[in-house]
């Protein structure tokens, strides 16, 4: 009997697990119900069905791709990544292709022009959009324009977003005409098959409109107003963070939500007072049983700002002068105790709001909230002297070219000292020497070749930058007259430290050859300091540029994160000809910080499913290399803060609600981090970031 009633148990919790995990992810959704996603963060605790995935598709520069041969990335790094496709059709390109049912959520563009987009819809012959890529983000339908959705079609700093959903049941197909413009992003998600979805037919009824009115209204409001819930139980309190110590804000026990929670400041504290508060204390909360939080960060970073407090407000937190808002929404099965931790060595008073709400069906089914502080995962950045057991290859500060075979004229007669006339600033080699092709611009070609070496250490390691062209610009070896390991520069003129395993050839003669084959755009190569090691100076897949942010096994939902950036540098000698540094192929300093793109790599695929086109890109603004450097807030991304030239402190963060990145068995997110920790003389650019997630307990 007690057998037959523990059966049932079982099998009635696992009818209520699967049905809460199929509630979200089968079934009809209306036009409005995708509106709706917008703004729902109650759904990002559902776990995703296995049959839903998000991906982005962009105009990457598509000479980056993986050899599955060799297990390793190549042209990482390239950079021309304006007008990638996937195909041509005539005169148009196709930049989107999906089956449905699915979901377009987002379109981003950092130059919409007058060439058109033409969207198609299942399989049908006739676009049920047709008409300049600008329009798409100045006018709804036939409306009058500009676009009246301020809070769903935004320019950020350049950056044009679209965030009106286009659904798709059977098949969506994108094509660009000529001269739509330049850099685009489409991000989307594909649902079960089971779903029933409608079909974008180019118009709004009459309800699908009002709801994206009432969507826009709510998320015009984010910050100032919250969403309220029956039963909501609503506690305030004030409690001093006592130095070098933690301290209980609320244990809250049950199956519940946390729905919203305020912490607010006395106005009166000075600059440096506001300072240290927010980078000295903590934010924990832990979930159930656990053993570690879920969340811990510091409390300025989690809300969305740093060094300093500044005011903005993004759907999820933000800051209104003295107060930090969360939305985010927490469920618990059995509690959440929340801390605070004083790292710092002086007493803090808070307030503290906090709002809870029961629930109806158990959290069991729910995944867990996570926001986790760190400055970066897998980078390595070990840039050092040579240690005495490597075997110098080559570093050129005998200022010649002893020992390699000279073609062309591209390199000289000689290696040179760093920079070239009408050549943009090279940094980050070492000595005096370094190889640099572009003694000629980027007009000549030529190759050097060494003479044979052995190889008889694990690594060889080296220092690389310049252009990023596949077999063109870059460095190769070769064993047995056979390409063997191929490295190209990553579209700038700092040089990024590269390792080679070449444990598989070790005992063979090999022979290196620096190539300058390529006479268009960043058409010529710079290499330094040559060594075999028996330790690699950086990862030894071609993915050196990478910046792990979230590296994360099970099921959940990657939503977001805020980046801090402190990129600081001397001040150059030379006066630039217009604003701080100049600006394009003018500057006296190439200090960007965000060339980087975005990487998301999802239940262990080997290309990422989400490839970018640039950090401020990924965050929703463009071309912010180049000046005035404005700040701004939206619902879903914001910089509250960046140095007016540059030269300083940058707070960013991107919220990921409807886009949410759904991952079954591993999630694995990125930015190309451009810029070494320390970088230049004396300059230094470091990254930390909080990262915001949903994951099965």
């Known amino acids: 009997m007690k057998t037959s009633v523990w059966i049932r148990f079982i099998l009635a919790t696992f009818l209520l697990q699967w049905l809460a995990l199929s509630a979200f992810s089968q079934g009809a959704l209306s036009y409005v ?42 042209a990482w790094g390239a950079n021309g990544d304006g007008s990638g496709y996937i195909r041509k059709e005539g005169k148009d390109i196709v930049v989107f292709e999906q089956e449905g049912p699915g979901v377009i959520w987002r379109f981003w563009s950092a ?27 100045e ?31 059977k098949h969506c197909k994108i094509v660009l005409s000529e001269n739509w413009g330049a850099y685009y992003h489409i991000t989307y998600t594909s649902l079960p098959k089971s779903t029933t979805i409608p079909s974008f037919t180019g118009t709004y009824t009459k309800q699908e409109n009002f709801a994206l ?39 809250v026990q049950g199956n519940k939500a946390i729905s919203y929670f305020k912490v607010n400041f006395d106005n009166f504290l000075t600059k440096q007072e506001k300072q240290s508060l927010i980078k000295n204390l903590w934010l924990s909360i832990t979930w159930d049983n656990d053993k570690t939080p879920s969340v811990l960060t510091p409390l300025g970073v989690f809300f969305g700002t740093a060094p300093e407090v500044y005011s903005y407000r993004s759907l999820p937190v933000g800051v209104i002068n003295t107060s930090f808002y969360s939305n985010w929404w927490m469920p618990f ?71 390699w075979e000279v073609s062309g004229n591209a390199f000289g007669k000689n290696p040179v000292k760093g920079t070239l006339p009408n050549q943009s600033p ?23 070749t060494s003479r044979k070496f052995s190889i008889n250490k694990r690594y060889i390691n080296f220092l690389i930058g310049g252009g990023s062209h596949l077999n063109k610009t870059g460095l190769q070896l070769l064993v ?59 990862r030894t897949d071609g993915r050196a540029l990478d910046w792990t942010f979230l590296d994360v096994k099970g099921k959940g939902r990657f939503c977001g994160l805020t980046l801090h950036v402190e990129n600081t540098w001397e001040e150059p000698r030379q006066e630039s000809e217009t604003w701080w540094y100049g600006k394009w192929d003018k500057k006296t300093i190439d200090w960007w910080w965000g060339e980087g793109d975005e990487k998301f790599f999802v239940d262990g695929e080997k290309f990422p499913s989400t490839y970018g086109t640039g950090s401020e890109d990924y965050i929703g603004y463009a071309w912010s290399a180049e000046p005035p450097f404005p700040v701004f807030d939206s619902p879903f991304a914001s910089q509250p803060f960046t140095a007016l030239t540059g030269n300083g402190h940058t707070i960013v963060n991107r ?40 994951q099965m307990p």
């Open 111 to 137: 130059l919409a022009k007058e060439g058109h987009i033409k969207i198609y819809i299942d399989n049908q012959p006739v676009p049920v959009v047709d008409k300049p890529f600008r329009d798409l983000f």
């Open 33 to 74: 119900d995708l509106v709706n996603r917008l703004h729902d963060l109650e759904y990002l605790a559902t776990p995703p069905h296995k049959d839903e995935k998000s991906g982005s598709f962009s105009s990457y520069d598509r000479r980056s791709r993986y050899d599955a041969v060799t297990n390793t990335y190549e």
């Open 480 to 538: 047995d007259g056979k390409v063997v390991r191929t490295a190209t520069g990553m579209e700038s003129e700092q040089l990024f430290p590269v390792s080679w395993d070449v444990a598989e050839f070790k005992g063979k003669q090999a022979v290196l050859k620096i190539m300058d084959l390529e006479t268009g755009g960043y058409g010529h190569i710079l290499v330094d300091q040559i060594t075999l090691s028996d330790q690699n100076i950086a």
């Open 426 to 448: 090279v940094s980050d080699f070492k000595g005096s020497y370094l190889v640099n092709s572009y003694l000629n611009g980027d007009s000549s070609i030529g190759t050097l």
């Open 139 to 169: 006018t709804v339908g036939n409306e009058v324009p500009p676009m009246n959705y301020p809070n769903l079609v935004m320019t950020l700093s350049r950056g044009r977003n679209h965030y009106l959903p286009i659904s798709y049941s």
């Open 333 to 403: 099965s059995k509690s959440a105790k929340i801390k605070l931790i004083n790292k710092g060595s002086v007493p803090y008073d808070i307030g503290f709001t906090l709002v809870t709400v029961p629930l109806s069906e158990s959290a069991d089914s729910l995944m867990r909230f996570h926001a986790i502080w760190h400055q970066g995962l897998n980078r390595q950045e070990q840039i050092s002297t040579i240690k005495p057991q490597d075997v110098l290859l080559a570093d050129f500060e005998k200022g010649n070219y002893s020992g």
């Open 655 to 694: 919220f990921h609600i409807a886009d949410n990145v759904p991952f079954q068995n591993s999630f694995e997110g990125n930015l190309e981090k451009y810029k070494l920790n320390n970088w230049g003389k004396n300059n230094r650019c470091l990254f930390d970031a909080v990262v915001y997630w949903y």
């Open 213 to 251: 009115a009432q969507t826009d209204r709510t998320l015009g409001s984010r910050g100032y107003e919250r969403k309220h819930y029956d039963k909501e139980v609503v506690e305030t309190r004030q409690v001093k963070a006592t130095p070098n110590a933690e301290v209980l804000l609320r244990e």
